[in-house]
């Protein structure tokens, strides 16, 4: 794992002040160095830069990049953020045409993969990456994204300069690249938030390649192209054989992202599908002789102050002691208090370079800095509800049907704290409504599909492309911000194409969500654990925590230099502190409810301050 930046403009001739334009690509991989503090490199040439932080994870000394590669009299020159999975499989073709390998590093099959079948190898790879390779023969800058969009990579286009980079605050490292906003993004902020518009970096001009794309940059300009997509088929397996393939894929998926150089840990939670990953992980590691270290996440007092809620019932703690006694861990329990929480959640806004999941960010950013003391790669339990349908709007009908993102049907709740003035400049309602009909229009069906049958594609397309997205970009950056590389093998992509097409009668069955998941690793876990309820990621039910943002909150409104005050009405946040303030009511997925909405506002106005933007 790796960030990389970089800069291309075929009008330019970087050469000529080639100090200036090295210390620019040193400054782009300095802003994300927490991202790889290993080693460091830089590639410059007439028309192009790339640089890179690497964090070390397989074929520690020979991996470096930038890696360079001739053929034919042409130079080929790589940064690459990820992992390949099937690096072995892709090796003796590439040997067999006559490349050989000077290094044991994914990185460098990337580019030889890349020199012999061209623009569409990427289509060879299984894994997690951000890739961008300079052609010397074709004269081109090539950006690739994973298929599912594990791992980022934002851009903008100055004039004749692409500049790109893993995270947006290398951007701005690029003399010609300032932060700026304009009301798109605070629409987005208040109206689609914390989760992002594909393709849309939030800051005005910034934008994000999408996942399953590819851009070529070339003296022609930028052209982006989609490499992969879902695709609606007809599912013919019957129950049985479709319980044997997830079985496969999933145990197949984990066992592969154990590929690395260095100890390889998981997080484990309790539920379902973190154990499901610990348990084929342990499994894999105990035929080595090895013993896998799992962490589990929680908040101080929280068995104290914890209150059980459709969306969380009960606590993961009594299930993790369960597994422990299943399988034989080297385990770790991790608490946040309430101080830690509030002074991380300025460190989620650093991490991702916007506002957030608030809390549920700054608790995760703060777990990973503990596990990262003691392993560099860990492997997570993320994107099996999205995939197999564990959210209560695959099946809640109010939810189901609601005709809107089903995890933000709500927008009142949003605006509650805006004055009137700016509400009706932001028209939120309208801009999240377009999003909506822009992404819905994209949905792969079957013909002659019924209309609930469609439904159901709709909630799992928006899932896929919507709420997966913002659960793996709060991965990506609270784990990469601590130098910490979190695989997800339920979202390999085989797992996802193949859970797409399958009807939802196997997925969901006697009222228990997951049930095909559970059928297929049911071998693998406990009964009382393979049996119950989904419960999402855990969060702080502290009164403290709570007192602790109104505190914060008063403070802001009391600031005549507030950024945030020209949009907030006094008098309503006034009614809002005083008022009961409800959990059980989500603005946002499960867990965002009104102390979240607090917590939100202060990100807003630290990440206005930060960037130095204003509403225009």
Known sequence: ??????????????????????????????????????????????????????????????????????????????????????????????????????????????????????????????????????????????????????????????????????????????????????????RAIFGIGPARIPGCGVFKGIYELKPGFFGVFSA????????????????????????????????????????????VCSFLSGGVDSSIVTAVASDYLRERGLKLNTFSFDFTENSRHFKSSSFQPEQDRPYVDKMLKAYDLNHTYLECDDSILIGALFDAVCAKDMPGMTDVDASLLYFCRLVKEQNKVALTGECADEIFGGYPWFYREELLNSDSFPWSVDLSARTLLLSDEFRSRLDIEAFVRSRYEESVALVPYLDGETAEEKQRRKVS???????????????????????????????????????????????????????????????????????????????????????????????????????????????????????PKDYGKPWFGQLMAAPQMLAYILQIEYWMEKFDLAIV
Not at 82 to 91: A, S
Not at 225 to 243: C, G, K, M, N
Not at 500 to 523: F, H, I, S, T
Request: with cysteine.
């Open 1 to 186: 794992m790796c960030g990389i930046a970089g800069f291309c403009d075929f009008s330019n001739d970087f050469l000529q002040c080639a100090d200036k334009w090295e210390r620019v690509l040193k400054a782009m991989r300095s802003a994300i160095a927490h991202r790889g503090p290993d080693q460091t490199g830089e590639y410059l040439r007439q028309t192009v830069g790339l640089s890179q932080a690497r964090l070390s994870i397989r074929d520690i000394q020979g991996g470096r990049q930038p890696m360079v590669r001739r053929k034919n009299d042409a130079e080929y020159a790589i940064v690459y953020n990820g992992e390949i999975y099937n690096t072995d499989e892709l090796k003796p073709a590439l040997e067999k045409a006559g490349y050989r390998f000077e290094t044991t590093a994914d990185t460098e099959v990337i580019l030889c993969a890349y020199m012999e079948y061209g623009i569409d190898f990427v289509t060879r790879l299984n894994g997690i990456f951000a890739i961008a390779i300079w052609d010397g023969k074709l004269r081109r800058l090539v950006l690739y994204r994973d298929r599912v969009g594990v791992k980022p990579l934002f851009y903008t286009l100055r004039d004749n300069t692409l500049v790109f980079g893993s995270e947006i605050k290398a951007l701005f490292c690029h003399p010609d690249i300032t932060p700026e906003a304009d009301m798109d993004s605070f």
């Open 220 to 263: 022609e300009g930028f052209k982006e192209s989609a490499y992969w997509t879902l695709i609606a088929r007809e599912h013919t397996d019957d129950y049985a054989q479709t319980v044997e393939t997830v079985s496969y894929l999933v145990r197949d998926a984990v066992r592969r992202q154990m590929v690395s150089d260095v100890p």
């Open 461 to 579: 397309y928006l899932n896929l492309n919507w709420f997966m997205q913002t659960l793996l970009e709060r991965m990506d950056r609270t784990s990469m911000y601590c130098g910490l590389e979190a695989r997800v093998p339920y979202a390999d992509h085989r797992i996802v194409e193949y859970l797409y097409n399958v009807p939802w009668r196997m997925k969901y069955q006697n009222g228990v969500e997951k049930a095909l998941l559970r059928d297929a690793c049911g071998d693998l876990l406990p009964p009382e654990l393979l049996h119950r309820k989904k419960s999402p990621y855990p969060k702080t039910y502290s009164p403290n925590y709570e007192a602790l943002l109104s505190e914060r909150f008063i403070k802001l409104l009391r600031n005549p230099d507030s950024r945030v005050a020209p949009f907030i009405d006094r008098r309503k946040a006034e009614k809002f502190l005083s008022s």
